[in-house]
């Protein structure tokens, strides 16, 4: 009996032992998890209760956006979209177009549950307005899409916009509940227009008609972060056209997205300003991943580049001869290469104010930093 009871013993002190080394474990895989993080989603990823602290997400932008605290604040007004349908001219309460064209001041956009929005005309957003589909599964797709108009201080967080299609000239309901007419549209995902300090984070774009993301007319101070796209021939077009010289000012940060698969060119193609571009994934490309045109600027900096299978494995395109490119740290696999055109030791830096600067990771790590790119799946229950 004696003997058998110090088995007993034995096996209790064993057994103690392997739950005390699993629960180190789950731990230590917690910590990689979180470790794995890129520093905007360190910021509030690992709340478990970010849903009653939904406007700490503000805090969390970095390069030219700087902190999006103009979104925050006591005034805010907390909008739910409860219904999925769409009117252009007299959008009725509870839909997404009443929410960014009908309410004074600040909004902070929410989704009561899943829906798919088919817009009939283009969305335009007013100023000091986030919208936020975290914890839910929000589409935007099979008709227009959004545009940013001469607005500033806009999030746009966790959205799926694909399958934009072009549109006819019209008439929409605008900011402050204005008519509005508004021109062709061509079938982008969000267009930017004569804005500034915009936040582009974790949307998955795909399959428009035109492009995913343009930034043009003096657009500036923006930042498109941890968004995945996909399935596209025209990427993302900084720089309204070749003689719209009010872009030379345009500063914009690309930082933590996924490209890929089947993106052909336009990650981005910047005209007269500058790119930070930036701890991106590259899963291949067509024509080209980066280019320009009307001598910009674009640093590449600790990216990782995966060139496609064949012939192109050149990462740049400069027609003219006459862009700046500037490669730091990047990363490349299965033969890829970058035409750099800037001299040894010509920096080329971005010249962050401090509220817009964050750490660059090392471009070995881009897999697992963009590991979340997209619109992301939150529990309901725990950290997202």
């Known amino acids: 009996m004696a003997s058998w009871g110090t088995k007993n013993i034995t096996w209790c002190i064993v057994c103690a032992i392997s739950i ?8 230590v895989r917690a910590r990689r998890t979180i470790d794995d993080m890129n520093v905007i989603d360190k910021c509030w990823r690992i709340n478990p209760n970010w849903r009653g602290h939904l406007q700490q997400l503000a805090m969390c932008s970095v390069g030219y956006t700087g902190k999006m605290t103009n979104n925050t604040g006591p005034d805010v007004t907390h909008y739910r979209v409860t219904d999925h349908s769409d009117d252009p001219l007299n959008p009725k309460p509870g839909t997404l177009r009443y929410g960014v064209t009908s309410i004074k001041g600040k909004v902070w956009i929410t989704f009561e549950r899943d829906m798919n929005i088919r817009l009939a005309k283009a969305l335009l957003v007013s100023s000091f307005t986030t919208i936020d589909a975290r914890g839910v ?3 935007i797709a099979y008709g227009s899409c959004l545009v940013l108009n001469r607005v500033t201080n806009v999030i746009i967080h966790g959205l799926h916009i ?10 929409v309901m605008g900011p402050d509940r204005k008519i509005v007419q508004v021109g062709k549209v061509d079938g982008d995902a969000i267009r930017m227009l004569t804005s500034s300090k915009i936040w582009i984070d974790h949307n998955t774009l795909y399959d428009c008609k035109d492009g995913l993301i343009d930034v043009t007319r003096g657009s500036s101070g923006i930042t498109i972060s941890n968004n995945w796209f996909r399935f596209q021939d025209k990427v993302m077009l900084l720089g309204h056209n070749d003689g719209y010289r009010r872009d030379k000012n345009m500063k914009v940060t690309v930082a933590f997205n996924h490209f890929g698969p089947r993106c052909q060119q336009r990650m981005p193609r910047i005209r007269f300003g500058y790119a930070h571009v930036v701890n991106n994934l590259y899963l291949g490309w067509g024509s080209y991943a980066l280019g320009g045109s009307m001598n910009p600027s674009i640093k590449s900096e600790a990216n990782l580049f995966i060139a496609p299978e064949g012939q192109n494995k050149e990462i740049t395109w400069d027609p003219n001869l006459n862009c700046n490119f500037k490669s730091k740290h990047d990363v490349f696999e299965n033969g890829a290469s970058f035409g750099e055109s800037v001299a040894k030791g010509v920096a080329m830096s971005p010249n962050y104010t401090p509220e817009q600067m964050f750490e660059v990771a090392d471009g070995r790590t881009v897999r697992a930093l963009t590991r ?5 799946k939150c529990p309901v229950t725990s950290r997202c």
């Open 162 to 171: 694909h399958d934009c299609m072009a549109h006819g000239p019209g008439p």
């Open 20 to 27: 005390v080394i699993s629960m180190s474990s789950g731990l």
């Open 137 to 139: 599964d929000v589409h």
């Open 372 to 376: 979340s790119a997209g619109a992301l």
